[in-house]
C-alpha cells in the first residue's frame, strides 16, 4: 500500500502520529514557469538544468521512499511511468490536472497582475492510465465574474474526474494580485470560500484532502470548525 494512504487512513482513523504528515514533492514546475521549470544548475554556470535532469530528481526521490506523493506533469509522469517507477514503490504519483492563469509565470509574463481564469491542459480520463490522483488548484479574486468561472471549471473538472474513476487533492492559493485583503480578513475570507464552496458537493465527488497556504491559527480553526 501507498504510504499516502496508510497515512490519510490513520488520519480519518484519529489515530495519527506526527510521523503521518503527508509530504508531496511538487515537480511540476514546467506547467506554470515552462523552460525554468527545472531551475538551475548549482555548479555557477547560470544555465538551467535540462528536462532529463529535472526527470532524474524525480526518480531519485521517488527511490528514495522520503516523499508520499510525486507531483508531475502528465508528460513527466507518462515518462516516468513507462520506466516502471511507481510500480513497486510506495510513493504515489499525481499529475497537476490544471493549469490555471495565475500559475503561469513564463519569463517576462504579468498574468499574476490578473484574476486567475481557468485552464486545463491534462484530462482525467486520459491521465488515469499513468495515475489515480492529481491535483486541482483553485485561486479566488474576490471578483464574482472570475470566481464564478473558476467554480463552474471546477464542477466541470469533478463530473470527469468521478466518470473517470481519478482522485483529486484541492489546492487554493492564496491571489498574488490585491483584492483589497490582507492579513487575517484574506485568511477568514480563504477559509469561507473553501467551506462556501465544497459545502454542496457529495462525497463521491469530494477532494481527497485540501493543500493550502497557512493563513494563521484563527483562519485555520474556523475551517476545522466549519469543514
Known sequence: MKTLDTKLAKIRAGKYTPKDFIIADAKDGDM?????????RRDGSGKLK?????????????KSGLVDIMLMSASSCETLSAKGFFTKSKVTPAV????????????????????SYPFRTARPEKV???????????????????DLYSLEEYTKFREEATAAKTRHFLEVFNPAMDIGLVGADLGTYIT????????????????????MQYNGAAAMERLRERA
Open 32 to 40: 506554470g514557469f515552462g523552460r525554468t521549470g527545472p531551475g538551475p
Open 128 to 146: 488515469k492510465k499513468i495515475s489515480d490522483l492529481g491535483l486541482y488548484s483553485v485561486t479566488f479574486s474576490n471578483d464574482v465574474e472570475a
Open 96 to 115: 497537476r490536472l490544471n493549469d490555471a492563469t495565475d500559475i503561469w509565470s513564463q519569463r517576462g509574463a504579468t498574468y499574476k497582475e490578473t484574476e
Open 50 to 62: 535540462s528536462k532529463a535532469e529535472y526527470l532524474a530528481a524525480m526518480a531519485e526521490m521517488t
Open 192 to 211: 469561507d470560500c473553501i467551506v462556501r464552496s465544497l459545502a454542496g458537493v457529495m462525497s463521491n465527488e469530494h477532494p481527497l484532502f485540501l493543500k
